[in-house]
Each structure stands twice: as C-alpha cells, then as structure tokens.
C-alpha cells in the first residue's frame, strides 16, 4: 500500500516554462514533505521541504505547495531549466517515523 | 567535506557469493539508513539505526544484515547472493525526524547478481 503516491512517472516541458510535479499522500500523520532531486548516477539530494504548519514555502525558483485537506503537495520550478532535467522524489514523514518516498517523477527540460 | 561515502560504486557478484558495501559519514548523525532502487521504483528501506549498538529491520530486510559498531560507520551485508538483489544501492544518514534537511545520500552503489 503506497503512502505516498507519484502518478506522473515523467513530465516534459520547455526551458523557461514551469514545471509543476504533484505528489498525494495517505497517512494522516505525516507532518513533514520534502522534495529530492536525483540525477542519473548520483544519490538524492536535498531539494526543499515544508511543515504540515505551512501551506507554502520557497526557495529560489522552487517552490513547494501543501493542501492538508486534499492530502496534496506539489512542487513548482519557474522558470525551468535544462539543468532541472532529473527524478523528483517526494517524501513524507509523520513524528519519529522515517521517511516515505514516492516512486519519483522523471522531469525533461528541453532547450 | 565529504558527507555519506559509499563503497564500492559497482560490483558484479554471481549467485550464492557474499559481499559487504561499505558506508561511512562525517556528519556525526546518529540516524543511518540502507536503502535500495529498483527500475521504475522508489526507495526502498531495508535496514536503519538511530545510534551505535542499535539497528532495525526496514521494509525490505529479507537476505540482508547490518551492524553499527561505530556512529560513522554502517555496513550492509549480503550473505548469499541472490538475482532479486540486483539493485542500486544507497546508503543515508540525518539528525532526528523532523531536521529541515532530511537525510543526506551517498552516490549509491550499482549490484548486479549473475
């Protein structure tokens, strides 16, 4: 039973436009979303993350958006860039519990 | 700097061998983790520790084991090597739940079992 769910297994876009990946969990609990980014060959890197206490929080061209009612978050990149062009994984965590990770969305960013 | 290291980065190893893949972090965590990617899959836990002396079974811990004599250092080892355990292989490490920065990777290490 998956906790968190990634439906888009890719998403292509152009350079300059936005990117927006979703991402829907179950668990009630989860209080904390964090976004990975992965490029081929490397491990997982830290991307950005929000409190179930925001419904919002940006960093530079990323932003992340959390719907609690809904169960939703979705990561916004404006504007995209070829450089983007990687697996996004979404994650979630509820308390001391470790982490739940989405199967990923792959993301093409074309010049 | 050289946060969570992993190794070795690829190995072949035919059915029934054995192997260990070495992680090491210098971030003093107390929190590690193994995690495994299949083709098309998100990660997968199979074993953690939240201190020296203490580990626990993930998701996924069936032909597996751990130890964690030391903060730093948490190994992963494969007894008898089996073709479902071709994977990419990731070693983790963070604070308590909850940091901002959630866990830190190592650059993983590529198993093939033939």
């Known amino acids: 039973d998956q906790q968190v769910k990634q439906n888009s297994p890719s998403l292509s876009v152009q350079e300059g436009r936005i990117s927006i990946l979703n991402c829907d969990y179950t668990n009630s609990m989860f209080d904390y979303f964090l976004w990975y980014k992965k490029y081929p060959a490397e491990g997982p890197t830290f991307l950005i993350s929000?409190?179930?206490?925001?419904d919002k929080n940006e960093d530079g061209r990323f932003t992340v958006f959390l719907n609690k009612s809904a169960k939703h978050l979705s990561l916004h990149i404006v504007p995209s860039q070829p450089g983007d062009s990687a697996v996004y994984f979404c994650a979630s965590q509820g308390g001391s519990e470790k982490l739940v990770f989405g199967k990923g969305t792959k993301l093409t960013v074309n010049p | 700097n050289a946060g969570v290291t992993q190794t070795p980065k690829f190995r072949i190893l035919k059915i029934g061998q054995s192997m260990t893949l070495q992680c090491t972090q210098d971030m003093n965590h107390n929190y590690m983790y193994w995690y495994r990617q299949d083709p098309g899959m998100g990660l997968k836990l199979i074993y953690y520790?939240?201190?020296?002396?203490?580990?626990d079974k993930g998701e996924v811990p069936n032909g597996y084991n751990v130890s964690r004599s030391t903060t730093e250092d948490f190994p992963l080892r494969l007894e008898l090597a089996a073709p479902s355990q071709t994977s990419v292989y990731f070693c983790a490490s963070s604070y308590p739940p909850g940091h901002p920065y959630g866990y830190t990777f190592g650059s993983g290490t590529r198993l093939t079992v033939v």
């Open positions: 929000i409190s179930s206490i925001k």
């Open positions: 520790s939240v201190g020296a002396g203490i580990t």
